[in-house]
């Protein structure tokens, strides 16, 4: 009898169209909302991980956007990281859980990740420990 | 915890910052396909939200619902809204059992009357009276129809509860129902699925408690968040089907190149549920990235709707049985219908009017 | 109660409408196609000569005798029913404007034989009265007289004098046992009968031995183009006892179109037997003969000439190669129009068109297709093997003044037979 | 509800369509082939009518000499609707697997990406059959209700299927129950209407071509 690990399974892949253009659909959606920022002050978000990207996509956008000065990690109930691309103002941020897997991926568009910002009634709750 | 308490007081007892909420709330979001711009309001009204009584009643089921939402083995920021709630009765997972479970029903009932939330799951049999499941000499109809009268809404968790499910599978003995189907006064959402994603329904309570509403539901009391697209369109194996690659059985070159699995009956296609986007098992996978065909499971009389390896487009019934009786009886029926025709044109011959140089020239003269 | 007249249509109409015809109304799809081939829609743009549109009281028939839900609909009464107005208001239609070229039916997209159907359609018509004046009286001449034009024995004894006179040849009378029986058309006894002069030429030339019969001189069927197969079987029924009587193994069909289709084709039909004999159009006799190097020309025709298919001998007879091949014989510059042999365009005057005065001015209008044509080439001589189609074409030149000349084929043979 | 509606559809609904399609269209056949026509008595030029028949059946899906020029939009609209309609019908994968499992023959399909171009082609054309309908004087004439009724019938099937491909409308089970009831309103008008062309063409061009072969003339 065949053992299972005998069995031969592939379970790679292959054949996807290398890109589907969504590449540069996320681009131009920047676009407008670098514009937006601009014009008003506005923030704005892309939801990566809700956006059907093939591995090709997603490695091409992130190298796409490139690295810029700034990276952080935030320790919130696991690591959620968080850098500048090479687009200022152009922000990739990647929340994971204490297992490491991911729940959100985001670009978001403005001065400064609102996550990054400290909340007021944690700096209330700050200032009484003092 | 003090009635009055709310989510945020909660969070900060736990030494939560608000930071790691904010978190949460965006992860919520991305699962809910709510916009991202909604994230901080979302928060702030979430920090707000009071303390949720909740009654949990199981009827028709097979326990997968509740299992799938506890099958989280470890504790993750999802499990804060369980603990925020108040679980007041759940048939399968509370301590107590005999009268005192039946007792905290009845006490959570009267003193939240018209605000608990009561979710079910399981199908109702109404053939005789209902007889076919009681719980405590209480048939389920009864139970329901009870427990709904003070609820504030009701959440029908798991394909039986929402639309019947396999009880209600022809020929269906026990008459299954679903709640819809028994309560008509009372905001009801359905979250199907054999069984519905956990995530599905952490987001389904916590969009209850941030918003205090129900969500936005489809035609067949879906929330549309997670219920609004087919699987089909958001599967990754989409492309394949576009480009006419499919597998034709589990073990050729197709299957193992990961093409679409439509002709081996995926459901995807007719099926509206979230399992492509946000997976299962911490988002390990979902069934069609394990190579085996979506069944549906999130549709109504999905038992129904043919055999879970025939493709959508399959007829439910045998079609060459009648094809050849249609054929037979046709030809029987045209060869009647050709004598008739022929008797009619022979009388016509018999009736022949004879066109003659008489004729002619009478009707010339006139 | 329908009238009379409504009850024997609708009688002719259940009694000739067979699985064809059945299979073309269940198959139009009312595509409008058949318009474009019709000659009278296309010199008019009238949507009413549309060649399907000809036949709907006929498909109303069909439809309430034929079909599931009209058969039901019509035993509940609930389907109009057919009308003498329907009658009246589709004999111009189904005579006037309809030559039964049968041009529609090699262009019907479903395969629809329409000019099969009009030929059927007409016995309704003509059963109930609903025929044109003019046809009705040729008709009746024909069954009483044996001619539509009423040319008697005596008046054909005496062309046949002068014809005798003119080439010094016998025209034989009532020979038993000759090769071939003649018939003549009326047209070419009153208006060319210098066709029996050419035949008696080549006849005698290709050393065949040919006779009329003082019984069954004409073979121009008015009955087919009024379309009652009674008056056209008697008259069919004519050359059959003749020629069984001469006992002559072929009988040959004139320069005419429908009295080949009426002999050639529907003759047995009509009289429900087989013939014991041949039936030949005069080409098909001449081409024979060439063939078996029996007819020999000499000599070339200079001048550019086109030949005009008749209808009944080219699309609806099959025709079509014998008279090419003998006018290359004779003619040095034999050009064809555009649309030529099972394609031709009809002359205008068929189908009892030209029997019937008051289809005068369509015919006129018809002919123009025919004027463009031949002007396009470039052509004054026209060539046909029809003496119908040779009349229409010669009235529509000179109503239209123009500067072309109609020969008929085989008189052409004739001038240039070599008879060294 | 939408899912029983289709579950109806895709059962009960289908198989009466079935039956009586095949069941009038069979009796249609059968009453022609048997009505018949008489015996043709008269000597045949070409007795090989069978051969002449046939050779009509496939010559008649070619225009005639002259024609295309004078029906270009019929014949064009035509061409592309017919040979659009049976791509869409006979070429897309969803279908194929229909036959494969009611027929258990099958054959490659093709991608939907182009199978939707040729449904949105065909559509057209058919829009376009419409106007011609409304507005050509000949087709003015000769239309009646049941033209209208059946174009309707043939556009149906298409525009649902492709606005089920796209999520047009309604949700995608009750756009893909209302694809297959009117495919299933298409088959059971068939065999009552002008639409029963489809099979008895074949019978009509084969009497045409027999009719004419038999005096030697290719139709």
Same mark, same amino acid.
């Given at each position: 009898?065949?053992?299972?690990?005998?069995?031969?399974?592939?379970?790679?892949?292959?054949?996807?169209?290398?890109?589907?253009?969504?590449?540069?659909?996320?681009?131009?959606?920047?676009?407008?909302?670098?514009?937006?920022?601009?014009?008003?002050?506005?923030?704005?978000?892309?939801?990566?991980?809700?956006?059907?990207?093939?591995?090709?996509?997603?490695?091409?956008?992130?190298?796409?956007?490139?690295?810029?000065?700034?990276?952080?990690?935030?320790?919130?109930?696991?690591?959620?990281?968080?850098?500048?691309?090479?687009?200022?103002?152009?922000?990739?941020?990647?929340?994971?859980?204490?297992?490491?897997?991911?729940?959100?991926?985001?670009?978001?568009?403005?001065?400064?990740?609102?996550?990054?910002?400290?909340?007021?009634?944690?700096?209330?709750?700050?200032?009484?420990?003092? | 915890?003090?009635?009055?308490?709310?989510?945020?007081?909660?969070?900060?007892?736990?030494?939560?910052?608000?930071?790691?909420?904010?978190?949460?709330?965006?992860?919520?979001?991305?699962?809910?396909?709510?916009?991202?711009?909604?994230?901080?309001?979302?928060?702030?009204?979430?920090?707000?939200?009071?303390?949720?009584?909740?009654?949990?009643?199981?009827?028709?089921?097979?326990?997968?619902?509740?299992?799938?939402?506890?099958?989280?083995?470890?504790?993750?920021?999802?499990?804060?809204?369980?603990?925020?709630?108040?679980?007041?009765?759940?048939?399968?997972?509370?301590?107590?059992?005999?009268?005192?479970?039946?007792?905290?029903?009845?006490?959570?009932?009267?003193?939240?009357?018209?605000?608990?939330?009561?979710?079910?799951?399981?199908?109702?049999?109404?053939?005789?009276?209902?007889?076919?499941?009681?719980?405590?000499?209480?048939?389920?109809?009864?139970?329901?129809?009870?427990?709904?009268?003070?609820?504030?809404?009701?959440?029908?968790?798991?394909?039986?509860?929402?639309?019947?499910?396999?009880?209600?599978?022809?020929?269906?003995?026990?008459?299954?129902?679903?709640?819809?189907d028994l309560i008509d006064d009372k905001p009801i959402i359905n979250i199907p699925g054999c069984p519905p994603i956990g995530e599905v329904i952490t987001g389904v309570l916590a969009h209850f408690l941030t918003f205090g509403a129900i969500p936005e539901l489809d035609t067949v009391g879906r929330p549309k968040a997670f219920y609004g697209e087919t699987i089909h369109d958001r599967c990754y194996r989409r492309t394949f089907y576009d480009q006419g690659l499919f597998a034709e059985t589990f073990d050729?070159?197709?299957?193992?190149?990961?093409?679409?699995?439509?002709?081996?009956?995926?459901?995807?296609?007719?099926?509206?549920?979230?399992?492509?986007?946000?997976?299962?098992?911490?988002?390990?996978?979902?069934?069609?990235?394990?190579?085996?065909?979506?069944?549906?499971?999130?549709?109504?009389?999905?038992?129904?709707?043919?055999?879970?390896?025939?493709?959508?487009?399959?007829?439910?019934?045998?079609?060459?049985?009648?094809?050849?009786?249609?054929?037979?009886?046709?030809?029987?029926?045209?060869?009647?219908?050709?004598?008739?025709?022929?008797?009619?044109?022979?009388?016509?011959?018999?009736?022949?009017?004879?066109?003659?140089?008489?004729?002619?020239?009478?009707?010339?003269?006139? | 109660?329908?009238?009379?007249?409504?009850?024997?249509?609708?009688?002719?109409?259940?009694?000739?409408?067979?699985?064809?015809?059945?299979?073309?109304?269940?198959?139009?799809?009312?595509?409008? !196609?058949? =318009?474009?081939?019709?000659?009278?829609? /296309? *010199? $008019? +743009?009238?949507?009413?000569?549309?060649? %399907?549109?000809?036949?709907?009281?006929?498909?109303?028939?069909?439809?309430?005798?034929?079909?599931?839900?009209?058969?039901?609909?019509?035993?509940?009464?609930?389907?109009?029913?057919?009308?003498?107005?329907?009658?009246?208001?589709?004999?111009?239609?189904?005579?006037?404007?309809?030559?039964?070229?049968?041009?529609?039916?090699?262009?019907?997209?479903?395969?629809?034989?329409?000019?099969?159907?009009?030929?059927?359609?007409?016995?309704?018509?003509?059963?109930?009265?609903?025929?044109?004046?003019?046809?009705?009286?040729?008709?009746?001449?024909?069954?009483?007289?044996?001619?539509?034009?009423?040319?008697?024995?005596?008046? !054909?004894? =005496?062309?046949?004098?002068?014809?005798? /006179? *003119? $080439? +010094?040849?016998?025209?034989?009378?009532? %020979?038993?046992?000759?090769?071939?029986?003649?018939?003549?058309?009326?047209?070419?006894?009153?208006?060319?009968?210098?066709?029996?002069?050419?035949?008696?030429?080549?006849?005698?030339?290709?050393?065949?031995?040919?006779?009329?019969?003082?019984?069954?001189?004409?073979?121009?069927?008015?009955?087919?183009?009024?379309?009652?197969?009674d008056i056209a079987g008697e008259l069919v029924q004519h050359v059959v006892d003749a020629a069984e009587k001469l006992k002559v193994k072929t009988v040959i069909s004139p320069e005419c179109g429908h009295a080949y289709t009426a002999i050639r084709w529907e003759g047995p039909n009509l009289i429900g037997k087989k013939f014991d004999f041949k039936v030949k159009h005069i080409l098909e006799v001449l081409? /024979?003969?060439?063939?078996?190097?029996?007819?020999?020309?000499?000599?070339?025709?200079?001048?550019?000439?086109?030949?005009?298919?008749?209808?009944?001998?080219?699309?609806?007879?099959?025709?079509?190669?014998?008279?090419?091949?003998?006018?290359?014989?004779?003619?040095?510059?034999?050009?064809?129009?555009?649309?030529?042999?099972?394609?031709?365009?009809?002359?205008?005057?068929?189908?009892?068109?030209?029997?019937?005065?008051?289809?005068?001015?369509?015919?006129?209008?018809?002919?123009?297709?025919?004027?463009?044509?031949?002007?396009?080439?470039?052509?004054?001589?026209?060539?046909?093997?029809?003496?119908?189609?040779?009349?229409?074409?010669?009235?529509?030149?000179?109503?239209?003044?123009?500067?072309?000349?109609?020969?008929?084929?085989? /008189?052409?043979?004739?001038?240039?037979?070599?008879?060294? | 509800?939408?899912?029983?509606?289709?579950?109806?559809?895709?059962?009960?609904?289908?198989?009466?369509?079935?039956?009586?399609?095949?069941?009038?269209?069979?009796?249609?056949?059968?009453?022609?082939?048997?009505?018949?026509?008489?015996?043709?008595?008269?000597?045949?030029?070409?007795?090989?009518?069978?051969?002449?028949?046939?050779?009509?059946?496939?010559?008649?899906?070619?225009?005639?000499?002259?024609?295309?020029?004078?029906?270009?939009?019929?014949?064009?609209?035509?061409?592309?609707?017919?040979?659009?309609?049976?791509?869409?019908?006979?070429?897309?994968?969803?279908?194929?697997?229909?036959?494969?499992?009611?027929?258990?023959?099958?054959?490659?399909?093709?991608?939907?990406?182009?199978?939707?171009?040729?449904?949105?082609?065909?559509?057209?054309?058919?829009?376009?059959?419409?106007?011609?309908?409304?507005?050509?004087?000949?087709?003015?004439?000769?239309?009646?209700?049941?033209?209208?009724?059946?174009?309707?019938?043939?556009?149906?099937?298409?525009?649902?299927?492709?606005?089920?491909?796209?999520?047009?409308?309604?949700?995608?089970?009750?756009?893909?129950?209302?694809?297959?009831?009117?495919?299933?309103?298409?088959?059971?008008?068939?065999?009552?209407?002008?639409?029963?062309?489809?099979?008895?063409?074949?019978?009509?061009?084969?009497?045409?071509?027999?009719?004419?072969?038999?005096?030697?003339?290719?139709?």
């Amino acid at each position: 009898m065949t053992r299972l690990q005998d069995i031969p399974v592939n379970t790679e892949i292959t054949g996807l169209d290398a890109e589907c253009n969504m590449v540069d659909a996320v681009l131009h959606e920047l676009k407008q909302l670098l514009d937006a920022y601009l014009s008003s002050g506005e923030t704005g978000v892309i939801d990566i991980k809700s956006m059907p990207l093939s591995a090709t996509d997603y490695d091409s956008l992130k190298q796409r956007l490139g690295n810029g000065e700034i990276s952080a990690t935030a320790s919130l109930a696991g690591d959620t990281e968080i850098y500048e691309t090479a687009l200022s103002g152009v922000w990739w941020v990647v929340h994971r859980n204490i297992d490491d897997r991911v729940l959100a991926e985001q670009l978001e568009v403005g001065r400064i990740p609102a996550i990054l910002c400290a909340h007021d009634d944690d700096i209330r709750v700050a200032r009484e420990r003092l | 915890m003090a009635e009055n308490d709310n989510l945020g007081n909660l969070l900060a007892r736990r030494g939560i910052s608000r930071r790691t909420f904010l978190k949460f709330c965006t992860a919520l979001a991305s699962s809910m396909a709510l916009s991202p711009s909604m994230v901080p309001a979302m928060a702030e009204s979430l920090a707000k939200a009071k303390r949720q009584s909740v009654i949990w009643l199981s009827f028709q089921e097979c326990t997968g619902c509740t299992e799938s939402l506890t099958r989280s083995s470890q504790p993750s920021i999802e499990s804060l809204i369980f603990d925020f709630i108040s679980l007041d009765y759940h048939h399968t997972l509370q301590a107590a059992s005999g009268f005192q479970a039946e007792e905290a029903r009845e006490q959570a009932m009267a003193e939240h009357k018209g605000k608990y939330l009561l979710i079910v799951d399981g199908s109702i049999p109404v053939a005789e009276n209902g007889v076919y499941s009681t719980i405590a000499g209480m048939t389920n109809l009864q139970m329901l129809e009870d427990a709904a009268k003070g609820a504030m809404a009701i959440v029908a968790v798991g394909t039986c509860a929402a639309y019947g499910g396999l009880p209600k599978a022809r020929p269906n003995p026990t008459g299954a129902v679903s709640v819809t189907d028994l309560i008509d006064d009372k905001p009801i959402i359905n979250i199907p699925g054999c069984p519905p994603i956990g995530e599905v329904i952490t987001g389904v309570l916590a969009h209850f408690l941030t918003f205090g509403a129900i969500p936005e539901l489809d035609t067949v009391g879906r929330p549309k968040a997670f219920y609004g697209e087919t699987i089909h369109d958001r599967c990754y194996r989409r492309t394949f089907y576009d480009q006419g690659l499919f597998a034709e059985t589990f073990d050729d070159e197709g299957a193992r190149k990961g093409w679409c699995l439509y002709k081996l009956g995926c459901k995807g296609p007719v099926t509206y549920n979230s399992c492509a986007t946000t997976k299962w098992n911490q988002e390990t996978s979902f069934p069609i990235e394990s190579g085996h065909g979506c069944i549906g499971c999130s549709q109504p009389d999905f038992w129904d709707m043919g055999g879970i390896y025939e493709a959508v487009s399959e007829p439910l019934t045998d079609l060459r049985g009648p094809a050849v009786t249609a054929v037979v009886a046709g030809a029987a029926a045209g060869v009647a219908v050709a004598a008739m025709n022929k008797q009619s044109k022979q009388s016509a011959k018999d009736r022949h009017f004879k066109v003659s140089s008489e004729t002619l020239d009478e009707e010339l003269k006139k | 109660m329908n009238s009379p007249a409504v009850q024997r249509a609708e009688n002719a109409f259940v009694e000739f409408i067979d699985g064809p015809i059945t299979s073309f109304f269940g198959s139009c799809v009312h595509c409008g !196609l058949c =318009a474009h081939a019709c000659l009278f829609y /296309e *010199e $008019t +743009g009238d949507p009413k000569f549309t060649p %399907i549109y000809k036949l709907e009281p006929m498909k109303k028939v069909w439809k309430q005798n034929y079909t599931f839900w009209g058969k039901l609909l019509h035993k509940f009464g609930l389907s109009k029913p057919l009308t003498e107005e329907d009658l009246k208001a589709w004999e111009p239609l189904l005579y006037d404007s309809c030559t039964m070229c049968g041009r529609c039916s090699m262009v019907c997209p479903v395969g629809n034989d329409i000019s099969y159907m009009i030929r059927r359609a007409r016995e309704a018509m003509v059963a109930s009265g609903y025929a044109p004046e003019g046809l009705k009286q040729a008709t009746l001449r024909a069954a009483t007289i044996g001619s539509p034009m009423g040319i008697k024995l005596p008046a !054909l004894k =005496a062309k046949i004098g002068h014809i005798e /006179e *003119e $080439t +010094g040849l016998k025209i034989p009378m009532d %020979i038993e046992g000759a090769d071939y029986l003649a018939l003549l058309s009326s047209n070419e006894i009153m208006m060319y009968p210098e066709y029996i002069g050419a035949i008696a030429k080549i006849f005698k030339h290709a050393g065949v031995t040919w006779t009329l019969s003082s019984e069954a001189y004409e073979a121009t069927n008015s009955g087919l183009q009024i379309g009652s197969s009674d008056i056209a079987g008697e008259l069919v029924q004519h050359v059959v006892d003749a020629a069984e009587k001469l006992k002559v193994k072929t009988v040959i069909s004139p320069e005419c179109g429908h009295a080949y289709t009426a002999i050639r084709w529907e003759g047995p039909n009509l009289i429900g037997k087989k013939f014991d004999f041949k039936v030949k159009h005069i080409l098909e006799v001449l081409d /024979e003969l060439r063939e078996q190097g029996r007819l020999k020309t000499t000599g070339l025709e200079e001048a550019a000439l086109t030949y005009h298919d008749p209808c009944q001998l080219a699309r609806r007879g099959g025709v079509v190669e014998q008279p090419r091949r003998l006018l290359n014989m004779v003619a040095a510059d034999f050009r064809e129009m555009d649309e030529h042999g099972v394609m031709n365009w009809c002359c205008g005057g068929g189908g009892g068109v030209s029997a019937n005065e008051r289809a005068a001015d369509w015919q006129l209008i018809a002919f123009n297709k025919k004027k463009s044509q031949v002007q396009a080439l470039g052509v004054n001589t026209m060539v046909t093997a029809c003496a119908n189609c040779r009349m229409v074409l010669e009235e529509g030149i000179e109503e239209n003044d123009i500067q072309v000349e109609v020969l008929g084929l085989t /008189e052409l043979l004739a001038d240039y037979l070599d008879t060294k | 509800m939408d899912t029983a509606l289709l579950i109806w559809a895709k059962s009960t609904g289908l198989q009466w369509a079935t039956i009586i399609m095949l069941l009038g269209l069979t009796m249609r056949v059968i009453q022609i082939l048997l009505l018949g026509r008489a015996t043709d008595l008269s000597e045949a030029r070409n007795s090989d009518v069978m051969s002449a028949g046939i050779k009509t059946i496939f010559r008649r899906f070619v225009p005639p000499q002259g024609m295309l020029q004078k029906g270009l939009l019929v014949y064009l609209s035509g061409y592309i609707f017919h040979i659009g309609f049976f791509i869409v019908l006979l070429f897309f994968v969803p279908h194929i697997q229909l036959i494969d499992s009611t027929l258990g023959i099958s054959w490659p399909g093709l991608r939907s990406s182009l199978i939707d171009a040729i449904t949105v082609v065909t559509l057209l054309a058919l829009i376009v059959l419409l106007l011609h309908r409304v507005w050509n004087p000949v087709l003015k004439l000769l239309s009646t209700p049941e033209d209208y009724l059946t174009w309707a019938l043939t556009f149906l099937p298409l525009l649902t299927g492709y606005m089920a491909y796209h999520h047009m409308l309604f949700e995608y089970n009750t756009m893909l129950a209302l694809h297959v009831l009117s495919v299933e309103a298409l088959m059971i008008a068939i065999p009552f209407s002008k639409l029963s062309h489809m099979v008895t063409l074949f019978l009509a061009r084969w009497y045409n071509g027999a009719i004419a072969g038999r005096k030697g003339v290719q139709s």
